[in-house]
């Protein structure tokens, strides 16, 4: 039995061991979108985990969803994320690009463009502008001569990743952005051939893999969902239509040879994960996390159990650039300061100490 410290080949990629540092959300990069300095520095830090899925990355200016988050459209913001990849090879690690379409979780102050959703359907909350919090506004329901367009952008935003370096991609189809608000019944109300049944709701899903797969090949293609994770009002709360949806997913995900699907869900076990998990039958992450930040022991169960082919990680990436070391060799872990999260700059970023320099600090 594998355990997290076993190489792993998924598809193209070749992880020296089992721990995927989550993709993560840090706002660092410029107003422009071009990864900055700290992100270089960051992301070479973390080179030891097994492979580094970057933070939600927009593929087209109308699918940026925060303000400080980086893209993958202009020249500026590849030659950045180039200076990133090369350093994260440099130490020896590989990365894939989380290539991310906000969908109705933006606002036109932070992307500068209208909102884009499968249907009319705002998010009950407010997200935060570069001048302060703002409701989340009513989305334009993109038109089905439009949908062509959002595959155009997965399919650039990705070889624009491959041309800046990534190893490749991972699509987002979780946490209510837009892939993910296609899937869902309460983001999608449409009544065309991208609404209704399962067959339907997984469509534009299928549509924008099968494109990236055919632009960059499927070695290098990986796709994140999170069924049941109910969150930015997306809520999927009826098991037989969850199973429906993404066992339909997965089914046809299935034939175009994928490097991985990555899944958050807290039940790894369960009859849902692992169910979609043999539907899918190639190389399958899990992410157990976000009650509880994930811990060495789940993270070691998971492999002793045979329930995921690799871990991924959020919140001990963030606070240990070391992790696989310290992991391996079971030596404590620094604390995640939560109010630095998001700050700016180095704080809370790239000033995680490693253990050996823990030990320096405290000699
Ligand atoms: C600060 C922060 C930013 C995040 N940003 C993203 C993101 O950009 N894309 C994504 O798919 N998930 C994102 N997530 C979710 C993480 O990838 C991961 O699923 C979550 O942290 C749970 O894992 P953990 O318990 O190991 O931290 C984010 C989570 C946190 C805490």
């Not at 939600?56 to 200016?61: E, H, I, L, R, V």
């Given at each position: 039995m594998p355990d997290l410290f076993t190489p792993l080949s998924a598809g193209d990629l070749s992880l020296a061991n089992r721990i995927v540092m989550a993709p993560l959300t840090r706002t660092r990069a410029g107003v422009d979108g071009v990864p900055t300095d700290v992100m270089v520095e960051h992301y070479a830090q973390r080179a030891s985990l097994g492979l580094i899925v970057s933070e939600?990355?927009?593929?087209?200016?109308?699918g940026k969803g925060f303000v400080g988050q980086p893209g993958l459209v202009t020249p500026e913001q590849l030659a950045g994320w180039r200076r990133v990849t090369d350093a994260v090879h440099e130490r020896g690690g590989i990365m894939v690009a989380q290539v991310m379409h906000a969908g109705r979780a933006s606002h036109p102050d932070i992307s500068g463009h209208p909102v884009e959703a499968p249907s009319a359907l705002a998010i009950d909350g407010e997200t935060r502008t570069a001048t302060g919090k703002v409701a989340y506004p009513v989305p334009h329901a993109l038109e089905l001569d439009e949908l062509p367009g959002i595959v155009k952008a997965f399919v650039t935003g990705s070889q624009n990743a491959i041309d800046a370096g990534f190893d490749g991609v991972e699509l987002h189809a979780a946490n209510g952005y837009l892939l993910h608000e296609f899937l869902g019944s309460t983001s999608n109300v449409r009544t065309d051939a991208y609404g209704g049944t399962p067959e339907n709701r997984i469509r534009l899903v299928v549509e924008v893999a099968t494109a990236v797969v055919a632009q960059i090949g499927a070695g290098r293609v990986g796709i994140r969902i999170s069924p049941e994770r109910n969150i930015q009002g997306l809520i999927e709360d009826d098991r037989a239509d969850v199973d429906a949806v993404y066992g339909a997913l997965m089914d046809a995900l299935a034939?175009?040879?994928?490097a991985f699907v990555s899944i958050l869900h807290?039940?790894?076990?369960g009859t849902l994960v692992q169910g979609l998990r043999a539907r899918f039958g190639g190389p399958y992450f899990v992410n157990t996390g976000f009650a509880e930040a994930t811990t060495r022991d789940e993270a070691a169960a998971l492999m002793v159990d045979g329930l995921a082919d690799a871990v991924v990680v959020g919140r001990a990436a963030i606070a240990n650039p070391d992790l696989v070391h310290r992991w391996r060799e079971d030596l404590g872990q620094n604390a995640l300061v939560?109010?630095?999260?998001?700050?700016?700059?180095?704080?809370?970023y790239t000033d995680y100490p490693t253990h050996g320099e823990a030990g320096l600090r405290a000699s």
């Open positions: 939600g990355t927009f593929p087209s200016p109308a034939p175009l040879g994928l807290p039940d790894a076990a939560p109010e630095t999260i998001y700050a700016e700059g180095a704080t809370g």
